[in-house]
């Protein structure tokens, strides 16, 4: 079947969208092409996986330092503690899940979901019930690292919406899941995946389906997307990283844009994706470059 028959097409040739699409490429290749990718995959890929659940965890409210992460074993004991351990459990199965979400994203969800909240959550793997809110998105101000440069924007940040009804979440998820398996069965192949992934991301958060995480199922989620596009199939590329790099100022404006649906929006949304995405590039470049100096 031709692309023309995927609906996320056109979101592909949106101004910037191929430029976004070639530079993510590119990092990617050289990444994957570092001499310690040859040797010690498994552990860069474990390695990013932590860094991405810091960062995830971080933009949720819990703005840990990853050495605290890496020692801490208790993430019980407090709202924080359980954002990150939260974080923890889905990074550490989101890769393991790939083979369901080709033909059932929903349960995909719906497991990321029961492994952030725990079994003991009534709520754990099941999308909101009509009358019930779901949690702020950024509860915690992120402000950009200092290595990283973000446009100055005049104004306050935007007043995103509230979340959909569960109606209209039940519609819109089962819109997304049959997008997505259609695309597992051979059609739409020629989107790139960072489009693809960011809708997927984007499509979460405007519609923040559970009662809480609903940004780190997002995040992961995009994770799950990049694998199963075969852009990032080792998961060595911690977009979540470049999430948090580029402060939730930023992230908020660019979600604000894929909300409103124009095409000015959709394409910022994709580049701010694709940068997060470059983000995390460098920070397993990084691991790898460290490795390498027997530093780590």
């Known amino acids: ?10 979101l592909a040739q949106l101004p910037g ?19 310690v990718m040859r040797r010690r995959a498994a552990e860069v890929t474990s390695e990013s996986a ?11 409210g819990a703005d840990w330092p990853l050495e605290e992460v890496r020692r801490r074993t208790d993430f019980g004991a407090d709202a924080e503690a359980r954002t990150v351990g939260a974080g923890l459990r889905v990074a550490a199965e989101a890769g393991q899940l790939l ?9 995909v969800l719906a497991r990321l979901h029961l492994l952030a909240v725990g079994d003991g959550d009534p709520a754990a793997g099941r999308p909101r019930r009509a009358g019930e809110g779901a949690e702020e998105l950024f509860p915690l101000e992120l402000a950009p690292v200092e290595s990283v440069e973000v446009d100055a924007v005049d104004g306050p940040p935007p007043v995103l919406p509230p979340a959909p009804g ?28 960072l ?27 995009q994770r799950i997307v990049l694998i199963a596009e075969g852009l990032d ?24 844009g894929y909300l409103a649906g124009t095409p000015e929006g959709m394409a910022a949304w994709i580049a701010h994706c694709g940068r997060a995405l470059r983000l995390g590039v460098r920070e397993s470049t990084a691991v790898c470059e460290a490795m390498q100096r027997g530093m780590a």
Request: charged residues 20%.
């Open 195 to 221: 489009v693809v992934a960011s809708v997927v991301h984007g499509e979460l958060l405007a519609l923040r389906p559970f009662g809480a995480y609903n940004g780190v199922i997002a995040r992961a989620a």
């Open 99 to 107: 083979s369901i979400w080709r033909h059932s994203p929903l349960q």
């Open 1 to 10: 079947m031709s692309t023309g028959t995927d609906p996320l097409a056109p």
């Open 233 to 256: 199939p080792k998961a060595i590329c911690p977009a979540e990283v470049g999430l948090a790099e580029l402060g939730t100022d930023t992230y908020r404006r660019a979600l604000a």
């Open 166 to 193: 569960a109606e209209e979440v039940a519609a819109r998820l089962d819109q997304l899941s049959r997008l997505l398996v259609a695309r597992a069965e051979g059609q739409g192949v020629g989107t790139p995946a």
């Open 50 to 60: 932590l860094r991405g659940a810091r960062a995830s965890a971080a933009l949720a």
């Open 17 to 35: 969208v191929p430029d976004a699409v070639a530079e993510v490429r590119k990092a990617v290749d050289r990444l994957y092409g570092h001499r």
